[in-house]
């Protein structure tokens, strides 16, 4: 595999074509590979509540000077005190490989010399490419080059 700069948009191998860049060639072949999953588990987070009562103190002062009164008094407060707990496992879906539709193209872009050129393309492109037979001209935009 070629060496590249830094940030230069290499990902597994494949070198992103740049946005909105149409090519031709002849249709050589295709490849579709599959989306590949496995189960994954992670915790089960429930709230959890339980009633609980704090004492609130309340004072209320009357008169003034030598004759001021302070009366105080309690009251019982209830709230909900929650929390989030682990309560088990939950099972789901995890993508480990994204599904990708690849076509080959011979003669890219009238070049008699670049052939067995893979892109990267969407699935319509490819339905599209699977109907054609091998040696049709065809046209599309990729997502990027390689497969």
């Known amino acids: 595999m070629p060496t590249s700069p830094v940030g230069s948009g290499v990902v597994d191998g494949t070198v992103p074509s740049p946005p909105d860049r149409t090519v031709s060639g002849l249709r050589d072949d295709t490849r579709h ?3 590949k999953t496995t189960t994954g588990t992670r915790p089960r987070m429930v709230k959890r509540c339980t ?5 609130v103190k309340h ?24 929390k989030n707990v682990q309560q088990g496992t939950t099972s ?30 969407e699935s319509d492109v490819y339905r599209k490419a699977t109907q054609l037979k091998e040696g049709a001209k065809l046209s599309f935009t990729p997502l990027r080059r390689g497969c």
């Not at 009633?51 to 004492?55: D, G, I, L, T």
């Not at 879906?93 to 393309?121: I, P």
């Open 33 to 35: 590979v599959t989306r």
């Open 51 to 55: 009633s609980r009562v704090r004492r």
């Open 59 to 82: 004072t209320s002062t009357s008169g003034t000077g030598h004759r001021k009164r302070t009366r105080t008094w309690y009251t019982d407060d209830s709230y909900k005190d929650c």
């Open 92 to 121: 789901y879906t995890r993508v480990v490989r994204r599904a990708r539709w690849c076509v080959e193209l011979d003669n890219v872009g009238g070049n008699s010399t670049e052939d067995d050129v893979w892109y990267e393309v």
